[in-house]
């Protein structure tokens, strides 16, 4: 049974950084790629990156790019979200995900296992 636990959500405030990880048991965690979304209340869950199953250059959505960065340590099967300068914007609920196979896209359904999510609030 494959499982994915994030964490390290909370409250900062705007300008403040959070790491997020994201542990993944019950698969071969090296073989896939992982992505990242988010969902803000009131609005359709978002693409924020992904990261291939070799751990090569992470893409991301354009209103995030340069302020977070993807890696993944695939010896403790997990894969991480640093964020920086974070914005009252980027406050969501924010999920990890296990592709479809080893290729990171932006597409949701491309995506089969999902995480509970964690809470981040970024505070003006």
């Known amino acids: 049974q494959v499982q994915l636990e994030e964490s390290g959500g909370g409250l900062v405030q705007a300008g403040g950084s959070l790491r997020l990880s994201c542990a993944a048991s019950?698969?071969?965690?090296?073989?896939?790629?992982m992505g990242w979304f988010r969902q803000a209340p009131g609005k359709e869950r978002e693409f924020v990156g992904a990261?291939?199953?070799?751990?090569?250059?992470?893409y991301y959505t354009d209103s995030v790019k340069g302020r977070f960065t993807i890696s993944r340590d695939n010896a403790r099967n997990t894969v991480y979200l640093q964020m920086t300068s974070l914005k009252p914007e980027d406050t969501a609920v924010y999920y990890c995900a296990r592709s479809k196979g080893g290729k990171a896209t932006m597409v949701p359904t491309d995506y089969n296992n999902w995480g509970q999510g964690t809470q981040v609030t970024v505070s003006s």
């Open positions: 990261i291939t199953w070799t751990g090569g250059t992470p």
């Open positions: 019950g698969l071969t965690f090296s073989i896939y790629a």
